[in-house]
């Protein structure tokens, strides 16, 4: 993660994806819906200008807007992803650190620090898991702590991660949690 990246992440609350690699794997199932509506205007176009346009009746629509607002459904639900969870914590760098580490060995991710800041991590799942696998970015930010996890941009574009996602930002959530009130028992 780049430090542009980093900083428009931390401003906007939404993880930046880098390049249309990523953008267009995270955003893949949205694209796909649309190629055919597109595919469709294009013949109708075409007719329309070779002054033998093609019949326009309810199928043509039913095959242009169905997948067109499906396309925009996947659209947004992938978009609000991209969101950073926010955990306020008084816990210092180290001891983030440490927790990051230690969750990472117990939910088997494969990352490092990009950044003094910057956490990136993949998981590896085997091929009957269900998934391909998943991203997960942690910002070290202040008193803050930014969490995102979204299937993995190296890997192929996935609609659905049966819950992994949402586990490991709990799991690093409540790490951070059980970490901050054991912290303030101690004082």
Not at 108 to 132: E, I, K, L
Not at 154 to 176: L, Y
Request: charged residues 15%; aromatic residues 14%; contains cysteine.
């Amino acid at each position: 993660m780049t430090a542009a990246q980093y900083d428009k992440s931390i401003s906007t609350g939404e993880l930046q994806l880098n390049g249309f690699w990523e953008k267009s794997t995270h955003y893949g199932a949205a694209f796909f819906f649309m190629i055919f509506p597109l595919a469709l205007l294009v013949v109708f176009v075409a007719g329309y200008f070779e002054d033998d346009p093609p019949t326009f009746g309810w199928w043509a629509l039913a095959f242009i807007f169905v997948p067109v607002a499906l396309g925009i459904l996947v659209f947004f639900l992938q978009k609000r992803r991209l969101k950073f969870k926010i955990v306020e914590t008084n816990l210092s760098r180290d001891e983030l650190k440490a927790i990051i580490h230690e969750v990472a060995l117990e939910l088997q991710w494969m990352g490092n620090f990009t950044s003094a800041r910057a956490y990136v991590a993949h998981t590896n799942p085997g091929f009957w898991s269900g998934s391909w696998g998943e991203q997960i970015t942690i910002l070290l930010s202040d008193n803050h702590v930014y969490v995102n996890s979204i299937c993995d941009l190296q890997q192929r574009s996935s609609p659905v991660s049966f819950g992994r996602n949402q586990r490991n930002e709990e799991t690093i959530i409540d790490h951070i949690k059980a970490a901050q009130q054991n912290s303030l028992k101690i004082h």
